[in-house]
């Protein structure tokens, strides 16, 4: 089922690197460049940024995890993962909407809630269907609803797509998605550090 | 002769189900109801009722799809019985309608229900006898799903709520039907007059009042049976029933309203509730403030509270005169405050189906129902100065059900997030979507002052059962003429509410129509034989607003041969 990897999802994972849109990418330079956003958090709270993790190299990949997004939840709910771990997840979408996967803390998610709420009353998410044309309007002040950080990819049915991530941190991580009313229902896993 | 036409009854039941059961299915669960004189202590006052197993409400009934339930129930009442399985799919004949489905179980006896669980979700059941279900005869039903729940929650409760009246119900029905208002204790007074007298002026109050009595209506005919305690799993707010939790578990809470007469907004200060079920079936998790629990409806919601305190759960009766009030808290005896009811809403002309600013969106036809002849002394040239203080507050959020300029309209007492049958949306659609094969016009009729209840202007026991063919799709037109709500629920069935979002619609069993509101449900008819369909409020279904569903055609085994209809006559 790999037929689903939209190029969009492929360029989740470059587009940190190769330049986002303009204003993104300047307050990514305002941090340390190696420090990953919350997907689409773009209001600050610069002292969590650093647990997460950050964006790995596929080279120092030790396994894959496969992680499946049904309708309204993950397989598996948790992982266990060693400090400094780098690990490819295989993320799948079985079910019938748009699911996500976002790693982060609760406060994290609780902040990109309201954005993914916002994508929605804006449109560009519905309930099977992300309008990924309509993510690059221009919403003011710069800012774009583009969901293009590598901590996270937004799925439709049946997509699929890779996150390779370093855990660099033993922080209190839950994987979770942030759609409207899914993590509220229980749409979410944990991270458990050895 | 009744004996043995309920053996083939059964006989044929058991045919149907045994070619329904899937070989993996072996599951099977006896369950003993008896049905008793209780006593009910609200808090407030002690009364004599009718509950299950020694209690009111009766028992939580934890079923499994998949499973056939062998449910005994033994009637110690001096009064014939019978239990309805509120919502559930099942063979006609165990849908408990005396009558409809059956007979009926005569004091003494016992009567066994026997069908297969094919759904799963938050119910409840009830007598359907005289009025016993106002009297305390319900209790809840859960059904585990057969696969994994697509939600997850640490605990669950059932959070039922209930108006038990001081009055039996039969008494009740004795003093509506000598005078309608007998329970409405928020008349307007002659104070009012006088204050809306120096806010509107003379003429324009004289008008309104007039106006309001050519129809013989009031503007706070919104619970017609009044002075009630609201319970909640049984318990007064007094009583305050207490489910326990630890912070950050979710929890999930099964509201039931099995309520005779009345709606309950519903919230929990300090904590967003997302629903996932409406009715039994999942539905698209929605995160809301509160939430507008109507007569036989049920919503699932999940609540997840952080915090190492006490959480009140608040139902405010939709005319707010009386709240329900219960508590989460992480040990016992733990309380938190209770808040204030919010202000207590008054009718308005929309509610009337007079919404004049909208008269071009209003479908003229309908209004043959009206009476005209005491519409000609209205003065309408003063109807714009009418309630304009109620129609303020009605800015803010439209609801397409509620008409426009409704002094129904809720709104959550914290500014926030009201949940509207437009978010209600399928998590798993039950059927495919299809164009309904014809369309039934069902108009809510009634004559507040004879307190007569009816369909197209017809109570029931001067009409003709609908008839349904098997097979097909029936679009349902509910088009409410009086000033009241209607939760009207269809038997045996899905009623699929039109909101407007297609293959997303979502199957309820039970939908309320507000007043001067025309709603849409869609009805697969799946299911043969006969059923009933009425308005909830067990008052108005006894004073006639009320069918009989019959389904013509379908599988053999459960459909109906002419003697045997006229046995069930």
Redesign the interface.
């Known amino acids: 089922m790999e037929t689903g990897i939209g190029t969009e999802n492929m360029k989740i994972k470059r587009t940190f690197l190769s330049g986002v849109a303009g204003a993104t990418l300047t307050a990514v330079l305002a941090l340390s460049s190696a420090i990953a956003f919350a997907a689409g958090n773009h209001h600050g709270s610069h002292g969590e940024k650093s647990v997460i993790g950050i964006s790995g190299n596929a080279a120092d990949v030790t396994r894959t995890i496969e992680i499946k997004m049904g309708d309204n939840f993950y397989e598996p709910e948790e992982i266990s993962i060693k400090k400094g771990e780098t690990v490819r997840f295989k993320i799948i979408n079985t079910g019938e909407f748009v699911h996500e996967f976002n790693i982060g803390t609760a406060a994290m998610h609780a902040a990109h809630q309201e954005e993914m709420m916002m994508m929605v009353e804006h449109g560009v998410l519905e309930v099977d269907k992300i309008n990924r044309d309509m993510m690059k309007m221009d919403m003011g002040n710069g800012k774009t609803m583009e969901h293009n950080d590598p901590n996270s990819v937004l799925l439709e049915p049946k997509e699929t797509a890779e996150i390779v991530w370093k855990f660099t941190d033993d922080a209190e991580l839950e994987f979770a998605c942030n759609v409207p009313g899914h993590y509220a229902s229980g749409m979410m896993g944990e991270v458990h550090f050895e | 002769m009744r004996k043995s036409f309920m053996q083939s009854l059964q006989i044929g039941f058991m045919a149907a189900a045994s070619i329904a059961i899937l070989p993996s299915m072996s599951v099977a669960g006896t369950y003993d109801l008896t049905v008793d004189r209780v006593i009910i202590d609200t808090g407030d006052f002690q009364k004599e009722g009718i509950g299950y197993n020694g209690k009111s409400p009766g028992p939580v009934l934890r079923f499994k799809e998949g499973e056939d339930v062998t449910i005994n129930v033994t009637n110690n009442l001096d009064e014939s019985t019978s239990i309805h399985w509120h919502g559930l799919i099942l063979p006609f004949q165990m849908d408990g309608v005396p009558k409809i489905s059956f007979p009926g179980i005569e004091p003494g006896e016992n009567f066994t229900y026997k069908f297969p669980i094919i759904q799963s979700g938050t119910y409840w059941f009830h007598s359907h006898s005289g009025f016993q279900e106002p009297d305390g005869a319900y209790g809840s039903i859960v059904i585990e799903p057969e696969k994994?729940d697509?939600?997850?929650?640490d605990k669950d409760y059932v959070v039922q709520f209930t108006d038990t009246h001081p009055h039996s119900g039969k008494r009740i029905f004795r003093n509506l039907k000598m005078s309608a208002d007998y329970y409405n204790r928020q008349q307007q007074t002659l104070g009012d007059f006088f204050s809306d007298v120096r806010k509107n002026g003379l003429k324009a109050t004289i008008d309104d009042r007039m106006a309001w009595g050519d129809m013989r209506m009031m503007k706070t005919d919104i619970e017609d049976v009044q002075g009630f305690t609201p319970l909640i799993n049984g318990k007064g707010p007094e009583q305050n029933w207490t489910g326990l939790f630890e912070p950050k578990e979710?929890i999930r809470l099964r509201l039931v309203n099995s309520s005779a007469m009345t709606y309950f907004d519903v919230c929990i200060p300090g904590l967003?509730m997302?629903v996932?079920a409406a009715d039994g079936n999942n539905v698209?998790?929605?995160?809301v403030d509160e939430l507008r629990l109507g007569v036989a409806e049920t919503y699932d919601v999940?609540v997840?509270p952080m915090d190492d305190k006490a959480y009140t759960i608040f139902g405010a009766s939709m005319g707010r005169t009386a709240y329900a009030r219960a508590t989460l808290a992480p040990r016992e005896g733990m309380v938190a405050e209770i808040p204030e009811m919010t202000k207590a809403p008054l009718l308005t002309m929309a509610d009337m189906g007079m919404d004049h600013g909208n008269m071009a969106g209003m479908d003229h036809s309908n209004m043959k129902g009206m009476d005209h002849s005491s519409m000609k002394g209205m003065d309408h040239s003063n109807m714009k100065g009418m309630d304009h203080s109620n129609m303020k507050g009605m800015e803010q959020e439209k609801d397409s059900f509620y008409a426009n300029g409704s002094g129904l309209v809720p709104t959550a007492a914290n500014g926030g997030k009201f949940l509207s049958y437009a978010d209600l949306?399928a998590?798993?659609p039950l059927y495919e979507d299809r164009e309904a094969t014809r369309e039934i016009e069902l108009r809510l009729t009634g004559n507040m002052e004879r307190y007569i209840w009816s369909i197209n202007g017809v109570k029931y026991e001067d009409a003709d059962p609908i008839v349904l063919q098997y097979g097909e799709r029936v679009r349902f037109k509910f088009v409410n003429e009086t000033m009241m709500t209607h939760p009207m629920h269809l038997h045996g069935m899905w009623s699929i509410l039109d909101v407007g979002a297609g293959k997303?619609d979502p199957a309820k069993h039970t939908i309320s129509v507000a007043p001067g509101t025309t709603v849409y449900s869609e009805t697969e008819v799946d299911a043969p034989g006969q059923w009933a369909f009425h308005c909830h409020l067990s008052f108005h279904m006894d004073a006639g607003m009320f069918r009989k569903i019959f389904v013509e055609g379908g599988p053999k085994s459960a459909s109906l041969n002419p003697s045997e209809q006229g046995v069930l006559q």
């Open positions: 994994r697509p939600f997850r929650f979710r967003k997302t996932v698209q998790p929605v995160t999940i997840r949306k998590q798993k997303w």
